[in-house]
């Protein structure tokens, strides 16, 4: 099994910063793709950002210019800075992970626990 602890998320004023942290640990062979995700009360899930293992990055476009993904391959962690924050980024964000582990070298895709991001207005 592949687990994913995230960290960093917050209370910040709008226009503040925050930077969300995602560590997997467990049998990993190697890890594809790893993302954010938030789900707002009364929305659905969607995907803020993306991040290829080979660097290659995809932005909700309500993020763009704002959100910036890295990933650390050797650390297997995934980082989301978010900058000028508005109200409307209020949510739980959560980490996702596809890639494959285990001594089959099995496909898995694992979620985080999730952590809270609120910016005041």
């Known amino acids: 099994q592949v687990q994913l602890v995230e960290s960093g998320g917050g209370l910040v004023q709008a226009g503040g910063s925050l930077r969300l942290s995602c560590a997997a640990s467990?049998?990993?062979?190697?890890?594809?793709?790893m993302g954010w995700y938030r789900q707002a009360p009364g929305k659905q899930r969607e995907l803020v950002a993306a991040?290829?293992?080979?660097?290659?990055?995809n932005y909700a476009d309500s993020v763009k210019g704002r959100f910036t993904i890295s990933r650390d391959n050797a650390k297997n962690t995934v980082y989301l800075q978010m900058n000028s924050l508005k109200p409307e980024d209020t949510a739980v964000y959560y980490c996702?992970?596809?890639?494959?582990?285990?001594?089959?070298?099995?496909?898995?895709?694992?979620w985080g626990q999730g952590t809270q991001v609120t910016v005041s207005s």
């Open positions: 467990g049998s990993i062979f190697s890890i594809n793709a």
């Open positions: 996702n992970a596809r890639g494959a582990a285990g001594w089959g070298h099995a496909d898995f895709g694992s």
């Open positions: 991040i290829t293992s080979g660097g290659s990055t």
